[in-house]
Protein backbone atom coordinates (compact mmCIF):
# COMPACT_ATOMS: atom_id res chain seq x y z
CA UNK A 1 0.00 0.00 0.00
CA UNK A 2 1.07 3.59 -0.83
CA UNK A 3 2.18 5.26 2.55
CA UNK A 4 1.47 8.32 0.65
CA UNK A 5 -2.50 7.66 0.40
CA UNK A 6 -5.40 8.00 3.21
CA UNK A 7 -6.63 4.09 2.70
CA UNK A 8 -10.89 3.92 2.85
CA UNK A 9 -10.68 0.47 2.88
CA UNK A 10 -11.40 -2.09 5.55
CA UNK A 11 -14.52 -1.69 8.21
CA UNK A 12 -12.90 0.53 10.44
CA UNK A 13 -13.50 3.37 8.08
CA UNK A 14 -16.99 5.39 9.00
CA UNK A 15 -19.30 5.38 6.09
CA UNK A 16 -19.76 9.07 6.36
CA UNK A 17 -15.81 9.51 5.96
CA UNK A 18 -15.10 7.80 3.18
CA UNK A 19 -16.26 10.37 0.89
CA UNK A 20 -13.45 12.69 2.15
CA UNK A 21 -10.46 9.98 2.31
CA UNK A 22 -11.87 8.99 -1.57
CA UNK A 23 -11.10 13.18 -2.45
CA UNK A 24 -8.05 13.39 -0.95
CA UNK A 25 -6.31 10.70 -2.56
CA UNK A 26 -7.46 11.96 -5.40
CA UNK A 27 -6.07 15.97 -4.67
CA UNK A 28 -2.77 13.57 -3.87
CA UNK A 29 -3.01 11.94 -7.17
CA UNK A 30 -3.46 15.24 -9.37
CA UNK A 31 -0.66 16.90 -7.43
CA UNK A 32 0.96 19.55 -9.67
CA UNK A 33 4.68 20.38 -10.61
CA UNK A 34 6.09 23.43 -9.22
CA UNK A 35 7.32 26.01 -12.04
CA UNK A 36 10.85 24.87 -11.43
CA UNK A 37 9.85 21.30 -11.90
CA UNK A 38 8.33 22.12 -15.40
CA UNK A 39 11.04 23.88 -16.41
CA UNK A 40 13.73 21.17 -15.51
CA UNK A 41 11.64 18.41 -17.37
CA UNK A 42 11.55 20.78 -20.32
CA UNK A 43 15.21 20.78 -20.26
CA UNK A 44 15.80 17.18 -19.72
CA UNK A 45 13.17 16.18 -22.60
CA UNK A 46 15.00 18.31 -25.23
CA UNK A 47 17.98 16.38 -24.07
CA UNK A 48 17.04 13.26 -23.98
CA UNK A 49 14.57 13.59 -27.66
CA UNK A 50 17.32 15.71 -29.10
CA UNK A 51 20.62 15.55 -28.11
CA UNK A 52 22.94 17.73 -26.36
CA UNK A 53 23.98 19.90 -29.45
CA UNK A 54 23.70 23.95 -30.11
CA UNK A 55 23.60 26.14 -26.96
CA UNK A 56 22.17 25.66 -23.73
CA UNK A 57 17.79 25.76 -23.88
CA UNK A 58 16.13 28.80 -22.53
CA UNK A 59 12.95 27.66 -20.56
CA UNK A 60 10.28 29.84 -19.49
CA UNK A 61 6.92 29.01 -17.72
CA UNK A 62 3.59 30.22 -17.74
CA UNK A 63 1.00 29.81 -15.52
CA UNK A 64 -2.57 28.61 -17.02
CA UNK A 65 -6.07 30.05 -16.16
CA UNK A 66 -9.79 29.17 -17.13
CA UNK A 67 -11.86 31.84 -18.61
CA UNK A 68 -15.29 31.28 -16.23
CA UNK A 69 -16.88 33.90 -18.05
CA UNK A 70 -14.74 35.37 -20.81
CA UNK A 71 -15.03 33.85 -24.50
CA UNK A 72 -17.21 36.30 -25.34
CA UNK A 73 -14.69 38.93 -25.20
CA UNK A 74 -13.27 37.36 -28.51
CA UNK A 75 -16.12 38.92 -30.27
CA UNK A 76 -15.96 42.66 -28.78
CA UNK A 77 -14.76 44.51 -26.22
CA UNK A 78 -15.92 43.78 -22.67
CA UNK A 79 -14.98 42.69 -19.47
CA UNK A 80 -13.68 38.88 -18.73
CA UNK A 81 -13.34 36.64 -15.36
CA UNK A 82 -10.29 34.21 -15.13
CA UNK A 83 -10.09 31.52 -13.00
CA UNK A 84 -6.07 31.30 -12.03
CA UNK A 85 -4.79 27.40 -12.19
CA UNK A 86 -2.03 25.44 -10.47
CA UNK A 87 -1.29 23.95 -13.48
CA UNK A 88 1.43 25.50 -15.84
CA UNK A 89 3.13 24.93 -19.17
CA UNK A 90 6.74 25.59 -19.78
CA UNK A 91 8.63 26.18 -22.81
CA UNK A 92 12.61 25.09 -23.85
CA UNK A 93 14.16 26.99 -26.44
CA UNK A 94 17.81 26.72 -28.38
CA UNK A 95 18.95 27.79 -31.84
CA UNK A 96 19.89 25.01 -33.62
CA UNK A 97 21.53 24.32 -37.21
CA UNK A 98 19.13 22.26 -38.87
CA UNK A 99 16.93 22.75 -42.24
CA UNK A 100 13.79 22.69 -40.05
CA UNK A 101 12.78 23.83 -36.64
CA UNK A 102 12.17 20.56 -33.94
CA UNK A 103 9.65 19.96 -31.36
CA UNK A 104 8.93 17.50 -28.99
CA UNK A 105 6.30 17.33 -26.83
CA UNK A 106 6.10 15.42 -23.50
CA UNK A 107 3.89 12.33 -23.94
CA UNK A 108 4.15 12.20 -28.01
CA UNK A 109 7.27 9.73 -29.18
CA UNK A 110 6.93 11.80 -32.80
CA UNK A 111 9.36 15.00 -33.48
CA UNK A 112 7.66 17.73 -35.35
CA UNK A 113 9.59 19.52 -37.97
CA UNK A 114 8.53 22.84 -39.16
CA UNK A 115 9.20 25.87 -41.24
CA UNK A 116 7.52 29.30 -42.52
CA UNK A 117 5.25 27.54 -44.75
CA UNK A 118 3.69 25.74 -41.64
CA UNK A 119 2.45 29.55 -40.45
CA UNK A 120 -0.70 28.16 -42.58
CA UNK A 121 -1.35 25.32 -40.60
CA UNK A 122 -4.24 25.36 -37.92
CA UNK A 123 -2.33 22.89 -36.16
CA UNK A 124 0.74 23.37 -33.12
CA UNK A 125 3.30 23.87 -36.00
CA UNK A 126 1.14 27.15 -37.68
CA UNK A 127 0.84 29.02 -33.85
CA UNK A 128 4.53 28.35 -33.25
CA UNK A 129 5.18 29.75 -36.60
CA UNK A 130 2.98 32.69 -35.97
CA UNK A 131 4.63 33.15 -33.00
CA UNK A 132 8.14 33.52 -34.03
CA UNK A 133 7.50 35.47 -37.01
CA UNK A 134 5.02 38.24 -34.61
CA UNK A 135 8.66 38.13 -32.74
CA UNK A 136 10.64 38.80 -35.45
CA UNK A 137 14.00 37.96 -34.24
CA UNK A 138 14.58 34.62 -35.73
CA UNK A 139 16.30 35.73 -39.20
CA UNK A 140 16.08 32.54 -40.86
CA UNK A 141 17.09 30.72 -37.88
CA UNK A 142 15.92 27.53 -36.85
CA UNK A 143 14.74 26.04 -33.00
CA UNK A 144 14.83 23.18 -30.96
CA UNK A 145 11.64 23.12 -28.92
CA UNK A 146 10.28 21.04 -25.95
CA UNK A 147 7.38 21.82 -24.53
CA UNK A 148 5.96 20.16 -21.03
CA UNK A 149 2.96 20.97 -19.86
CA UNK A 150 -0.50 20.44 -17.59
CA UNK A 151 -3.24 22.19 -19.19
CA UNK A 152 -5.95 20.62 -20.92
CA UNK A 153 -6.21 21.75 -24.62
CA UNK A 154 -9.14 21.41 -24.59
CA UNK A 155 -9.58 24.74 -23.13
CA UNK A 156 -8.91 26.33 -26.41
CA UNK A 157 -8.41 29.66 -25.42
CA UNK A 158 -6.51 29.64 -22.34
CA UNK A 159 -4.13 26.83 -23.58
CA UNK A 160 -2.78 28.84 -27.01
CA UNK A 161 -2.46 31.74 -24.57
CA UNK A 162 -0.75 30.59 -22.67
CA UNK A 163 1.81 27.95 -24.95
CA UNK A 164 1.88 31.52 -26.56
CA UNK A 165 3.24 33.80 -23.65
CA UNK A 166 5.89 31.11 -22.66
CA UNK A 167 7.24 30.96 -26.38
CA UNK A 168 7.58 34.65 -26.49
CA UNK A 169 9.49 34.76 -23.12
CA UNK A 170 11.97 31.93 -24.18
CA UNK A 171 12.41 33.65 -27.31
CA UNK A 172 13.31 37.01 -26.01
CA UNK A 173 15.70 34.99 -23.32
CA UNK A 174 17.22 33.14 -26.17
CA UNK A 175 18.13 36.27 -28.33
CA UNK A 176 19.07 38.87 -25.19
CA UNK A 177 16.01 40.50 -25.42
CA UNK A 178 14.50 42.33 -22.23
CA UNK A 179 10.57 40.51 -22.01
CA UNK A 180 8.87 44.06 -21.03
CA UNK A 181 4.86 42.93 -20.13
CA UNK A 182 3.74 45.36 -23.04
CA UNK A 183 5.79 43.82 -25.86
CA UNK A 184 5.18 40.18 -24.47
CA UNK A 185 1.39 41.01 -24.55
CA UNK A 186 1.27 42.51 -27.62
CA UNK A 187 3.58 39.64 -30.05
CA UNK A 188 1.72 37.00 -28.01
CA UNK A 189 -1.90 38.61 -29.18
CA UNK A 190 -0.53 39.35 -32.51
CA UNK A 191 0.51 35.69 -33.16
CA UNK A 192 -3.01 34.65 -32.17
CA UNK A 193 -4.98 37.18 -34.05
CA UNK A 194 -3.13 36.35 -37.05
CA UNK A 195 -3.40 32.33 -36.02
CA UNK A 196 -6.82 32.25 -35.75
CA UNK A 197 -8.01 34.30 -38.33
CA UNK A 198 -9.58 37.24 -36.56
CA UNK A 199 -10.07 38.47 -33.36
CA UNK A 200 -8.63 36.95 -30.17
CA UNK A 201 -9.56 38.27 -26.40
CA UNK A 202 -6.45 40.15 -25.01
CA UNK A 203 -8.17 38.78 -21.41
CA UNK A 204 -6.34 35.16 -21.98
CA UNK A 205 -2.84 36.50 -22.66
CA UNK A 206 -3.19 39.20 -19.54
CA UNK A 207 -4.53 36.71 -17.31
CA UNK A 208 -1.56 34.15 -17.77
CA UNK A 209 0.92 37.03 -17.97
CA UNK A 210 -0.67 39.10 -14.70
CA UNK A 211 0.90 38.00 -11.81
CA UNK A 212 -1.56 37.26 -8.65
CA UNK A 213 -1.98 34.82 -6.01
CA UNK A 214 -5.95 35.57 -5.22
CA UNK A 215 -8.28 32.86 -7.16
CA UNK A 216 -9.76 35.41 -9.47
CA UNK A 217 -8.72 38.07 -12.00
CA UNK A 218 -11.25 40.73 -13.97
CA UNK A 219 -10.04 41.80 -17.03
CA UNK A 220 -11.37 44.94 -19.07
CA UNK A 221 -10.29 44.11 -22.64
CA UNK A 222 -11.01 47.68 -23.77
CA UNK A 223 -8.11 48.88 -21.19
CA UNK A 224 -6.26 46.11 -20.96
CA UNK A 225 -6.34 46.52 -17.14
CA UNK A 226 -6.80 44.33 -15.01
CA UNK A 227 -7.88 43.45 -10.78
CA UNK A 228 -7.39 40.58 -8.66
CA UNK A 229 -10.54 39.71 -6.54
CA UNK A 230 -9.85 38.25 -3.18
CA UNK A 231 -12.11 35.73 -1.91
CA UNK A 232 -13.86 36.70 1.71
CA UNK A 233 -14.38 34.21 4.37
CA UNK A 234 -12.94 30.81 5.38
CA UNK A 235 -14.74 28.75 3.09
CA UNK A 236 -13.37 28.49 -0.76
CA UNK A 237 -14.94 25.91 -3.34
CA UNK A 238 -13.26 23.84 -5.06
CA UNK A 239 -12.87 23.50 -9.31
CA UNK A 240 -12.61 20.66 -11.57
CA UNK A 241 -12.32 20.42 -15.22
CA UNK A 242 -13.87 18.34 -18.03
CA UNK A 243 -12.56 17.62 -20.75
CA UNK A 244 -13.38 15.64 -23.88
CA UNK A 245 -12.39 16.95 -27.40
CA UNK A 246 -8.77 18.42 -28.64
CA UNK A 247 -9.60 18.95 -31.67
CA UNK A 248 -9.26 22.95 -32.25
CA UNK A 249 -10.38 23.10 -36.19
CA UNK A 250 -14.26 22.77 -35.41
CA UNK A 251 -13.80 25.65 -33.28
CA UNK A 252 -12.08 27.86 -35.72
CA UNK A 253 -14.46 27.50 -38.97
CA UNK A 254 -17.11 28.09 -35.63
CA UNK A 255 -15.43 31.39 -34.15
CA UNK A 256 -15.32 33.17 -37.36
CA UNK A 257 -18.99 32.71 -38.53
CA UNK A 258 -19.93 33.87 -34.84
CA UNK A 259 -17.74 36.82 -35.33
CA UNK A 260 -19.44 37.53 -38.64
CA UNK A 261 -22.90 37.36 -36.71
CA UNK A 262 -21.57 39.77 -34.32
CA UNK A 263 -20.52 42.88 -36.92
CA UNK A 264 -23.89 41.66 -38.33
CA UNK A 265 -25.78 42.67 -35.06
CA UNK A 266 -24.36 45.93 -34.25
CA UNK A 267 -24.63 46.72 -37.74
CA UNK A 268 -28.42 46.06 -37.50
CA UNK A 269 -28.57 47.74 -34.36
CA UNK A 270 -27.07 50.58 -35.28
CA UNK A 271 -29.44 50.60 -38.17
CA UNK A 272 -32.61 50.53 -35.88
CA UNK A 273 -32.69 53.15 -33.38
CA UNK A 274 -28.36 53.06 -31.99
CA UNK A 275 -27.11 54.91 -34.64
CA UNK A 276 -24.02 55.90 -31.93
CA UNK A 277 -23.10 52.87 -31.06
CA UNK A 278 -19.98 51.38 -31.74
CA UNK A 279 -19.79 48.30 -29.40
CA UNK A 280 -22.24 45.89 -27.63
CA UNK A 281 -20.25 46.74 -24.61
CA UNK A 282 -22.01 50.33 -24.43
CA UNK A 283 -25.14 49.48 -24.86
CA UNK A 284 -27.18 49.70 -21.61
CA UNK A 285 -29.33 47.53 -19.93
CA UNK A 286 -32.23 49.35 -19.86
CA UNK A 287 -31.67 49.65 -23.52
CA UNK A 288 -31.90 45.90 -24.13
CA UNK A 289 -35.44 45.00 -24.25
CA UNK A 290 -35.73 47.90 -27.05
CA UNK A 291 -32.88 46.65 -28.80
CA UNK A 292 -34.52 43.01 -28.75
CA UNK A 293 -37.70 44.75 -30.29
CA UNK A 294 -36.08 46.13 -32.70
CA UNK A 295 -33.73 43.59 -34.10
CA UNK A 296 -34.59 40.98 -36.98
CA UNK A 297 -34.56 37.54 -35.78
CA UNK A 298 -31.26 36.69 -37.16
CA UNK A 299 -29.43 39.36 -34.57
CA UNK A 300 -31.25 38.70 -31.46
CA UNK A 301 -30.22 35.84 -30.17
CA UNK A 302 -26.21 36.89 -30.84
CA UNK A 303 -27.28 40.34 -28.90
CA UNK A 304 -28.99 38.58 -26.19
CA UNK A 305 -26.26 36.01 -25.22
CA UNK A 306 -23.11 38.43 -25.28
CA UNK A 307 -24.97 41.09 -23.43
CA UNK A 308 -26.17 39.38 -21.04
CA UNK A 309 -22.41 37.07 -20.50
CA UNK A 310 -20.96 41.02 -20.04
CA UNK A 311 -23.42 41.73 -17.35
CA UNK A 312 -23.12 38.50 -16.06
CA UNK A 313 -19.71 39.25 -15.25
CA UNK A 314 -19.82 41.96 -12.79
CA UNK A 315 -22.36 39.50 -11.42
CA UNK A 316 -20.26 37.19 -10.61
CA UNK A 317 -17.22 39.39 -8.97
CA UNK A 318 -20.07 40.31 -6.34
CA UNK A 319 -20.69 36.80 -5.75
CA UNK A 320 -17.29 36.57 -5.07
CA UNK A 321 -16.92 39.49 -2.95
CA UNK A 322 -20.09 38.01 -0.59
CA UNK A 323 -18.55 33.79 -0.81
CA UNK A 324 -21.76 33.33 -2.28
CA UNK A 325 -21.16 30.41 -4.17
CA UNK A 326 -24.45 28.84 -4.91
CA UNK A 327 -25.46 32.22 -6.88
CA UNK A 328 -22.21 31.91 -9.15
CA UNK A 329 -22.64 28.49 -9.81
CA UNK A 330 -26.18 29.55 -10.98
CA UNK A 331 -24.85 32.17 -12.92
CA UNK A 332 -22.49 29.37 -14.96
CA UNK A 333 -25.92 27.75 -15.55
CA UNK A 334 -27.43 30.52 -16.74
CA UNK A 335 -24.42 31.10 -18.90
CA UNK A 336 -24.69 27.70 -20.01
CA UNK A 337 -28.12 27.69 -21.16
CA UNK A 338 -27.60 30.72 -23.18
CA UNK A 339 -24.68 29.40 -25.21
CA UNK A 340 -26.27 26.18 -25.46
CA UNK A 341 -29.79 27.89 -27.24
CA UNK A 342 -28.44 31.25 -28.05
CA UNK A 343 -24.62 30.88 -29.33
CA UNK A 344 -24.29 27.04 -30.43
CA UNK A 345 -21.00 26.26 -29.42
CA UNK A 346 -22.10 22.92 -27.48
CA UNK A 347 -23.41 19.43 -28.13
CA UNK A 348 -24.61 16.38 -26.70
CA UNK A 349 -21.90 16.02 -24.17
CA UNK A 350 -22.15 19.95 -22.76
CA UNK A 351 -25.59 18.75 -22.44
CA UNK A 352 -25.06 15.66 -20.16
CA UNK A 353 -22.61 16.96 -18.25
CA UNK A 354 -25.38 19.85 -17.62
CA UNK A 355 -27.82 17.37 -16.60
CA UNK A 356 -25.02 15.55 -13.79
CA UNK A 357 -24.28 19.01 -13.21
CA UNK A 358 -27.92 19.40 -11.78
CA UNK A 359 -28.63 15.87 -10.36
CA UNK A 360 -25.39 16.90 -8.15
CA UNK A 361 -26.88 20.03 -6.69
CA UNK A 362 -27.43 18.66 -3.30
CA UNK A 363 -23.94 17.04 -3.24
CA UNK A 364 -22.29 19.97 -3.08
CA UNK A 365 -22.10 20.47 -7.04
CA UNK A 366 -22.61 24.38 -7.70
CA UNK A 367 -22.48 24.80 -11.60
CA UNK A 368 -20.60 24.44 -14.79
CA UNK A 369 -20.28 26.08 -17.62
CA UNK A 370 -18.49 25.80 -20.83
CA UNK A 371 -14.95 27.51 -21.07
CA UNK A 372 -12.59 28.04 -24.84
CA UNK A 373 -15.91 27.58 -26.85
CA UNK A 374 -14.99 23.21 -27.61
CA UNK A 375 -14.81 20.36 -25.51
CA UNK A 376 -14.20 21.46 -21.97
CA UNK A 377 -16.37 22.33 -19.19
CA UNK A 378 -15.29 23.55 -16.00
CA UNK A 379 -17.26 23.02 -12.38
CA UNK A 380 -17.65 24.49 -9.16
CA UNK A 381 -18.33 22.92 -6.55
CA UNK A 382 -17.39 21.87 -2.22
CA UNK A 383 -13.94 21.33 -2.37
CA UNK A 384 -14.64 17.40 -1.23
CA UNK A 385 -17.38 17.14 -3.63
CA UNK A 386 -15.44 18.03 -6.89
CA UNK A 387 -13.16 14.72 -7.43
CA UNK A 388 -16.02 12.10 -6.39
CA UNK A 389 -18.48 14.35 -9.08
CA UNK A 390 -15.12 14.01 -12.04
CA UNK A 391 -15.39 10.57 -11.42
CA UNK A 392 -19.04 10.03 -11.55
CA UNK A 393 -19.02 12.45 -14.95
CA UNK A 394 -16.18 10.72 -16.67
CA UNK A 395 -18.09 6.99 -16.24
CA UNK A 396 -21.65 7.78 -16.51
CA UNK A 397 -20.57 10.28 -19.54
CA UNK A 398 -17.60 8.08 -21.44
CA UNK A 399 -20.53 5.81 -23.29
CA UNK A 400 -22.15 8.57 -24.75
CA UNK A 401 -18.84 9.62 -26.78
CA UNK A 402 -15.78 8.14 -28.84
CA UNK A 403 -13.57 10.86 -27.27
CA UNK A 404 -11.91 9.78 -24.02
CA UNK A 405 -13.23 11.69 -20.94
CA UNK A 406 -10.19 13.70 -18.88
CA UNK A 407 -10.85 15.41 -15.57
CA UNK A 408 -8.84 17.60 -13.53
CA UNK A 409 -8.70 18.85 -10.31
CA UNK A 410 -7.91 22.93 -10.97
Request: aromatic share 8%; proline share 3%.
Amino acid sequence: MDSNRLSSEGNNTPAFVRPFLHALNRMQADEVLRPTQYLERARILMVDRLGLAGSMPHALFARGIVGVMADHTHYFDGFALMLRMKQGISVALRVNQEQTTRIVLEGVSSILNMDDRDVNQRGLKGLLAHVIASVGLSEGRQYDISVVGGIPTGLGAAFHAAFTVALVKALHSAHDVESEKSLVRDQATEALVNWYGHRFSPAYVIGVMEEFSSPFLLVDTSTLESLPIEVTGKTRPGWGIVEWTRDWEPGFVASASRMKWTHTALKDLKGRGFPKLTSLRDLEHRDLEKAMDSLPRRSRNVVKHLVLENRNVQKLVVAIKKADWQFFGALMMISQASKNADWSTTDQIHSRVTQETESASMDGIFGAVQSGEGGCMVVLGQPFSIPSFLDNVREKVSGHTKEEIETFIV
